[in-house]
């Protein structure tokens, strides 16, 4: 499937990109009642819909989120078996089990050449993985605020788990299918545009109906139960995997196809009066053609397309923006382009310490409670606070960006320095404990975001990031590559010595973020 994103991260990322148009519309609306007293067209019924929609909202992540959690590393080691077959077929067919399954033992698998293999296969599914959310994001965006929710959520699921059943179909019928059939996945991403335009239409969902007081505290539970599921999940699929590689995706597939009785389900949100304006704005004329009519339409849905991309890329300008902006901007892509190392840590675990990767699996788990204490931790720090002072003071987020860098950056060169299970889980608790950065960053953006223009700096902030994992992943693969040649046991850990000085780098460039002599912000 395609890589999953944080879904707090992901959701103040994108948002902006959904909600921008709709957040303008009713400041239009605001100004046009507010003297007559009359209530904004749609608050009803989101009074209405709102402890129901957060429902469906809570059970679509939690499936989704359990179904791709139970296919993230089987599908690391059905690839690494795909490229193992594949190796020994020209070398050693006599090791290859017999069809349809042709097994190959594991620890046969952990040679440079199959390694280095898996690793720019996997590194160019994930950087293809990323251009139907550089494309689509803002069309996507634009179309769920005119024809509804529930259709590009929809749109959205079909095209993940289409990627899904792609790449099973091909590694299971390997006799019929080259292993390199898998890089043509990210095409279903055309249809919904991929895992963050799913992730901002939830996200969409609660701002939609949600009141403003609970906005924040719903997607933190949201993340925290994602978390919880991904500490479960992690464990049991490294078990079901240690009984047979298939196992995971037969209990995998049915769980994800829940999703779409969820999506038909959950009620529409987008309010009547976007429904009264798409009507009113249909054409009155009666001659006008229908093909007319559609080819308007594309044209209009192009030129919006277009005009956003480029109010994005203006927004990331570091000679108009305020110089606080620019770093928290220039963090947020160093960071992404640091964490693609992410990518590699089952296959580098597993080939360092000589583990199955069911085994390396357990470790996810791990993070993921790691994560969990430390988001938790950050909130109650947070409501503490502000309790105490009547809001959240921002030498917090600065408190927290800088901290989380210093144990990233630890985190990740034990990781690369460990040959030792104790030393590599060490450094993967430390790095799980800094992924409050990405929460602390947005919090900063939004506050120094000129209130008209934050939908574009957020759009624009979610194209960094995506332009940050284009480049990483390959970047990191080839890195790998290079560590595995030198044939040294610390040559292996390169990637993760680089990401390592990226983010020493980051916490340098991060001491100018909010200098004292800014204390208007404190």
Wanted: with cysteine.
């Amino acid at each position: 499937m395609e890589p999953r994103n944080n879904a707090l991260d992901t959701a103040d990322e994108t948002a902006p990109l959904l909600t921008q148009s709709q957040s303008q519309s009713h400041s239009s609306t605001d100004t046009r009642n507010g003297a007559a007293g009359d209530a904004v067209p749609g608050a009803e019924s989101k009074s209405r819909l709102y402890p129901h929609a957060v429902f469906f909202i809570f059970a679509l992540s939690f499936v989704a989120d359990l179904g791709g959690s139970l296919v993230d590393t089987p599908e690391v080691r059905l690839l690494e078996m795909a490229v193992c077959r594949d190796y020994y077929l020209g070398h050693d067919p006599s090791v290859i089990g017999p069809p349809p399954l042709s097994y190959v033992d594991g620890n046969l698998c952990k040679i440079n050449e199959i390694q280095v293999d898996l690793a720019y296969i996997r590194a160019v599914k994930s950087l293809l993985m990323t251009v139907p959310g550089l494309l689509l994001t803002i069309p996507y965006g634009r179309l769920a605020d005119r024809i509804g929710r529930k259709p590009v959520a929809f749109l959205g699921m079909t095209g993940q788990v289409l990627v899904y059943f792609w790449v099973v179909l091909v590694c299971y019928f390997h006799e019929a299918f080259p292993t390199r059939l898998v890089l043509l996945s990210p095409i279903f991403l055309a249809i919904g545009g991929g895992s963050r335009v799913l992730s901002a239409i939830m996200a969409t969902i609660i701002a939609d109906v949600a009141p403003e007081n609970m906005r924040t505290t719903i997607f933190y539970l949201v993340g925290a139960g994602l978390l919880v599921t991904d500490i479960v999940a992690a464990a049991v699929v490294s078990w079901l995997l240690s009984l047979d590689l298939w196992l995971p995706f037969k209990f995998s597939a049915p769980i994800i196809c829940l999703s779409f009785p969820l999506i038909f389900a959950m009620p529409e949100t987008l309010a009547s009066r976007k429904k009264a304006d798409a009507v009113n704005d249909q054409p009155t004329g009666q001659g006008a053609s229908d093909q007319s009519t559609q080819g308007q339409m594309i044209i209009s849905l192009v030129q919006r397309w277009s005009s956003g991309l480029k109010q994005a890329f203006q927004s990331l300008n570091p000679f108009i923006i305020p110089r606080e902006m620019t770093v928290c901007l220039s963090i947020i892509f160093l960071s992404a382009f640091s964490r693609m190392t992410n990518g590699l840590f089952i296959q580098y675990t597993s080939k360092v310490l000589n583990w199955s990767m069911a085994t390396a699996g357990y470790i996810l788990s791990v993070k993921s409670l790691a994560t969990l204490l430390t988001l938790v931790a950050l909130a109650c720090i947070t409501q503490v606070l502000e309790r105490k002072m009547g809001k959240r003071p921002l030498y917090l987020d600065v408190w927290v960006i800088r901290s989380s860098l210093i144990v990233l950056t630890v985190g990740v060169v034990l990781v690369a320095a460990s040959k030792e299970p104790v030393l590599l889980v060490v450094g993967s608790i430390l790095g799980s404990a800094g992924n409050g950065i990405m929460q602390a960053l947005q919090g900063l953006l939004a506050t120094f975001a000129d209130r008209s223009s934050t939908g574009q700096l957020f759009a624009g902030a979610a194209l960094l990031e995506l332009l940050a994992q284009f480049s990483g992943s390959l970047a990191f693969a080839k890195l790998f590559d290079v560590g595995l040649g030198t044939g040294s046991v610390w040559g292996i850990g390169l990637p993760f010595y680089v990401s390592g000085v990226s983010r020493a780098c980051t916490l340098t460039w991060a001491h100018h973020l909010l200098p004292r002599q800014h204390a208007k912000y404190y």
